[in-house]
C-alpha cells in the first residue's frame, strides 16, 4: 500500500485491485486503485479524490490502474461557458414537461421498479438486471459522501432517478436510470443537461462525467457536452477533438 501525502487525510491509502475482465472494452484485463479506509472519505476527502480522478460505486472508491491500457480518461464540463449543442437545446425542450426532484438516498419501491426495468431492457444478462433490493440499494443507496436522488416525474409517473455526488468544486454524476419506453426523450442527455443547469444554480464550476474512453461507444458521448475538461498525466486541460485514446 501506498500513502496520498496530498491528501488532508494522511492515513488514507490504496491498493491495487486483482486483474478483472474490461468493462468497457473487450478482450481486455483491469485493474482499479481502491481508496482506504472508507471511513475517511468525506465530502471534502472525496472532493480531492475526484480531482485526481478518482470515481465512486457506494461506498467503493477508485480510479483505472490497468497494466498495459490507459484508455480511460476523467473528464468535467465547464459549467460558466457550457452552451448546449443543437441537439441538446431540442432535448431540453422535448423534456420541458418533466418535474425535477431532488430526494436523499432512500430506498423507494418505484424506484427499484424502475430500476429493475431499465436493466432488464437496456443490459440483459450483464449481471445487474437480476439485482435484488439488497444489491440496489448497495449500489445506489450506500454514500460516505453528499449524495442526492434526482427523480424525473412525468404526469405524475417517476420516469428518470439520477444519483450524483455533491463536490466542493462541483457535481459528479454517478448513474441514472429511466423508462426504456421513453427512448425518444434522451433521458440520459437530458439528465447531465439538468445536472449542468443545477451546477450554475449552485454556483459550481464543474460537473464531472466520469471516464471518457475513445473506443468505447457508450462512454465516448461525453465529448458531446463543451468545453471540457479532460485530466492526462496529472492534469486537467482542455479536451479537443484530437485525443489520443
Same mark, same amino acid.
Given at each position: 500500500?501506498?500513502? *496520498?501525502?496530498?491528501?488532508? &487525510?494522511?492515513?488514507?491509502?490504496?491498493? *491495487?485491485?486483482?486483474?478483472?475482465?474490461?468493462? /468497457?472494452?473487450?478482450?481486455?484485463?483491469?485493474?482499479?486503485? %481502491?481508496?482506504?479506509?472508507?471511513?475517511?472519505?468525506?465530502?471534502?476527502? +472525496?472532493? #480531492?479524490?475526484?480531482?485526481?480522478?478518482?470515481? @465512486?460505486?457506494?461506498?467503493?472508491?477508485?480510479?483505472?490502474?490497468?497494466?498495459?491500457?490507459?484508455?480511460?480518461?476523467?473528464?468535467?464540463? @465547464?459549467?460558466?461557458?457550457?452552451?448546449?449543442?443543437?441537439?441538446?437545446?431540442?432535448?431540453? !425542450?422535448? =423534456?420541458?414537461?418533466?418535474?425535477?426532484?431532488?430526494?436523499?438516498?432512500? +430506498?423507494?419501491?418505484?424506484?427499484?421498479?424502475?430500476?429493475?426495468?431499465?436493466?432488464?431492457?437496456?443490459?440483459?444478462?450483464?449481471?445487474?438486471?437480476?439485482?435484488?433490493?439488497?444489491?440496489?440499494?448497495? +449500489?445506489?443507496?450506500?454514500?460516505?459522501?453528499?449524495?442526492?436522488?434526482? #427523480?424525473?416525474?412525468? $404526469?405524475?409517473? %417517476?420516469?428518470?432517478?439520477?444519483?450524483?455526488?455533491?463536490?466542493?468544486?462541483? *457535481?459528479?454524476?454517478?448513474?441514472?436510470? +429511466?423508462?426504456?419506453?421513453?427512448?425518444?426523450?434522451?433521458?440520459?442527455?437530458? =439528465?447531465?443537461?439538468?445536472?449542468?443547469?443545477?451546477?450554475?444554480?449552485?454556483?459550481?464550476? /464543474? %460537473?464531472?462525467?466520469?471516464?471518457? &474512453? !475513445?473506443?468505447?461507444?457508450?462512454?465516448?458521448?461525453?465529448? $458531446?457536452?463543451?468545453?471540457?475538461?479532460?485530466?492526462?498525466?496529472? &492534469?486537467?486541460?482542455?479536451?479537443? $477533438?484530437?485525443?489520443?485514446?
Amino acid at each position: 500500500m501506498t500513502l *496520498l501525502t496530498e491528501l488532508p &487525510i494522511q492515513r488514507l491509502q490504496f491498493y *491495487l485491485t486483482a486483474p478483472y475482465p474490461c468493462s /468497457y472494452l473487450p478482450d481486455r484485463l483491469a485493474r482499479s486503485q %481502491v481508496a482506504t479506509p472508507v471511513a475517511l472519505i468525506d465530502t471534502p476527502v +472525496f472532493s #480531492e479524490l475526484a480531482r485526481q480522478g478518482f470515481r @465512486r460505486s457506494g461506498h467503493y472508491v477508485y480510479r483505472p490502474r490497468c497494466d498495459t491500457c490507459a484508455a480511460c480518461h476523467p473528464v468535467r464540463v @465547464r459549467v460558466a461557458d457550457f452552451v448546449p449543442r443543437r441537439s441538446q437545446r431540442r432535448c431540453l !425542450k422535448r =423534456n420541458d414537461d418533466l418535474e425535477v426532484v431532488l430526494r436523499p438516498l432512500e +430506498f423507494d419501491e418505484t424506484h427499484y421498479a424502475l430500476y429493475r426495468r431499465y436493466q432488464a431492457t437496456r443490459h440483459s444478462g450483464g449481471g445487474m438486471d437480476t439485482d435484488d433490493r439488497e444489491q440496489y440499494r448497495t +449500489f445506489l443507496l450506500t454514500s460516505g459522501v453528499d449524495s442526492v436522488l434526482a #427523480e424525473f416525474s412525468l $404526469d405524475g409517473r %417517476v420516469v428518470m432517478v439520477g444519483l450524483f455526488d455533491r463536490l466542493l468544486d462541483g *457535481l459528479s454524476a454517478v448513474y441514472a436510470f +429511466f423508462d426504456p419506453e421513453l427512448a425518444t426523450r434522451s433521458l440520459g442527455v437530458y =439528465n447531465v443537461l439538468t445536472l449542468v443547469g443545477l451546477a450554475r444554480d449552485m454556483g459550481l464550476p /464543474y %460537473v464531472y462525467l466520469g471516464y471518457w &474512453i !475513445k473506443e468505447s461507444a457508450k462512454m465516448a458521448y461525453k465529448s $458531446d457536452y463543451r468545453p471540457l475538461e479532460i485530466f492526462r498525466y496529472g &492534469i486537467w486541460k482542455p479536451f479537443t $477533438d484530437t485525443e489520443p485514446a
